[in-house]
Antibody, heavy 121, light 108 residues
Framework: QVQLVESGGGVLQPGRSLRLSCAAS????????MHWVRQVPGKGLEWVAF????????DYADSVKGRFTISRDNSQNTLYLQMNSLRAEDTAVYYC??????????????WGQGTLVTVSS | EIVLTQSPGTLSLSPGERATLSCRAS???????LAWYQQIPGQAPRLLIY???SRATGIPDRFSGSGSGTDFTLTISRLEPEDFSVYYC?????????FGQGTKLEIK
């Protein structure tokens, strides 16, 4: 079955960098668009970034544009989120999610369990 | 950016009752690219409805979605105990793919 496992979260100071990973299994990873979504504990969901199935198209929320980079390695079935110049407001649980349909960019059908990133001095 | 406003913020109902949740967009959502998610505290969201009205795999038929343009509705026909959680709408019509702020469905 479809599995998404995030890793790389932790506690770090403002201005530092962190890379999150999302290991995918149980489906043909190279055929699906992938998203990162975050959630401040106890608050609502915020879409962060999207990458097309082949990495040819990427998109970002305004709040992270220029600081975060989404990427993927289809040979390793892994999605990444490189986060630079981190701020306190980036503190959240970060989820990776897979699109419902292959070769598409919509509707997150499958989600990981999330990884917590805490930015604090 | 399309802003999605969900109402009410909290809905208090009893098991067996009908729930109607609203999601209003600040501008028209292209091709009804709207989804509804359910989130139980401590868990990842679960896709319920996509394309405004199509049920995702494994979702009971008591869940239904409707609407187009700027006004969308999630209806739960007869509430079961496991339905009391938080619900979010999300639009995929234009980037950024914004979420609504959520509606908490609580037991009365």
């Amino acid at each position: 079955q479809v599995q998404l496992v995030e890793s790389g979260g932790g506690v770090l100071q403002p201005g530092r960098s962190l890379r999150l990973s999302c290991a995918a299994s149980g489906f043909t990873f190279r055929s699906y668009g992938m998203h990162w979504v975050r959630q401040v504990p106890g608050k609502g969901l915020e879409w962060v970034a999207f990458i097309w199935y082949d990495g040819s198209n990427k998109d970002y929320a305004d709040s992270v544009k220029g600081r975060f980079t989404i990427s993927r390695d289809n040979s390793q079935n892994t999605l990444y989120l490189q986060m630079n110049s981190l701020r306190a407001e980036d503190t959240a649980v970060y989820y990776c999610a897979r699109d419902l349909f292959s070769y598409d960019s919509k509707y997150s059908q499958h989600w990981g369990q999330g990884t917590l990133v805490t930015v604090s001095s | 950016e399309i802003v999605l406003t969900q109402s009410p913020g909290t809905l208090s109902l009893s098991p067996g009752e009908r729930a109607t949740l609203s999601c209003r967009a600040s501008q028209s959502v292209s091709s009804s690219y709207l989804a509804w998610y359910q989130q139980i505290p401590g868990q990842a969201p679960r896709l319920l409805i996509y394309g405004a009205s199509s049920r995702a795999t494994g979702i009971p038929d008591r869940f239904s979605g409707s609407g187009s343009g700027t006004d969308f509705t999630l209806t739960i026909s007869r509430l079961e105990p496991e339905d009391f959680s938080v619900y979010y709408c999300q639009q995929y019509g234009s980037s950024p793919y914004t979420f609504g702020q959520g509606t908490k469905l609580e037991i009365k």
